[in-house]
């Protein structure tokens, strides 16, 4: 999706013309991706803009910080409040924000100089991740051959920028082959996750959806879902999941900052359940919308006023 440029980018503490947030070409992150980012999204809300979960964002950024050996030179607190004055300058109410942390110019090598920490924060207007189409009716998937990366390779558990090579292949292969997105398999042949989104299957009512130790990001809005789901009292399991499996849930759907909640219509030409949005999955989406626009007090925690 392009990006709609803004008028400011956080860099450093400092509000920078869009135009002129440059790093150098010879900055180590460029070329090793030694790297660490957040998604995060703000939505309108009756009461303004609000940042849904930016405290365990941040908290999250912080932690693949620490897993690089990167130690970000802000608080949390400072942080949290470079997000909401970023979004207020740039007069953005619903946008998609990005936070990266990443080294600085000045040494070239293998091993970085990794007491060189910078970090900017970008915001821009970002709609449907995986299109309207998807929304409706359904995203459709194809698992790849591209294996997810393992706890033995590049840690999955920090949102690391050079990892997301590994999800790039699974993704562009899976679009030139005609899909909306791919899921990418373990070593043992479990799903881990879609190419930058969680995966969750109903089966009889319940949830199912693959384990940390199974090579995924813990996503956010996955940890969402799942207080939602048993706030609801369905059962959630968070279990290995065979390829197979996919094949025969009655539902499936997508989680993701991006994505937010969609569902799946396809795996590998076979339709999920009667295809489309199934009950379960409208269920959360709909309370995950009312939740991040201000309209349900319950989560009210989660909101993050500009």
């Known amino acids: 999706m392009p990006l709609t440029p803004t008028p400011f980018i956080w860099m450093d503490g400092d509000l920078v013309p869009w135009d002129d947030a440059k790093v150098h070409v010879l900055t180590p992150s460029l070329h090793y991706g030694w790297g660490v980012y957040e998604g995060i999204r703000a939505y ?34 400072e942080l949290v409040e470079a997000v909401r004055e970023l979004c207020r300058v740039n007069g953005q109410e619903s946008c998609y ?14 091993a970085p100089q990794l007491d060189a ?48 090579v590994n999800s790039a292949l699974a993704k562009v292969g899976a ?14 042949g479990h799903i881990a996750e879609a190419s930058a989104a969680n995966l969750f299957l109903v089966r009889d009512g319940a949830l199912i959806t693959p384990p940390v130790s199974d090579g995924i990001l813990p996503g956010i809005t ?32 997508l989680t993701g900052t991006a994505a937010e909640i969609v569902p799946v219509a396809s795996v590998d030409e076979r339709p999920v359940g009667a295809g489309g ?13 009312e939740v991040v626009r201000g309209r349900n007090e319950t989560y009210a925690r989660w909101l993050e006023c500009v």
């Open 175 to 188: 679009q030139r082959a005609g899909y909306d997105d791919a899921l990418m398999l373990t070593a043992n």
């Open 97 to 110: 924000i990005r936070p990266i942390a990443y080294l600085g110019y000045g040494e070239m090598g293998v």
């Open 277 to 289: 949005v199934g009950p379960v999955t409208k269920q959360l989406r709909d309370l995950f919308q």
């Open 117 to 164: 920490v910078r970090l900017s924060i970008a915001v821009w207007p970002w709609g449907s991740y995986l299109g309207d189409k998807a929304e409706t009716e359904g995203c459709r998937l194809i698992v790849s051959n591209w294996q997810r990366n393992s706890n033995q390779t590049v840690p999955p558990l920090a949102k690391a920028t050079g990892a997301y």
């Open 44 to 77: 309108a809300t009756d009461a303004g803009s609000a940042v849904f979960r930016l405290r365990e964002h941040i908290a999250r950024l912080r932690d693949s910080a620490r897993v690089y050996l990167m130690e970000l030179p802000w608080t949390d607190e």
């Open 222 to 253: 996955r940890d969402s879902v799942i207080t939602f789901a048993r706030d609801l009292g369905l059962p959630v399991t968070e279990r290995s999941i065979p390829r197979s499996e996919v094949y025969i849930a009655d539902e499936a759907f």
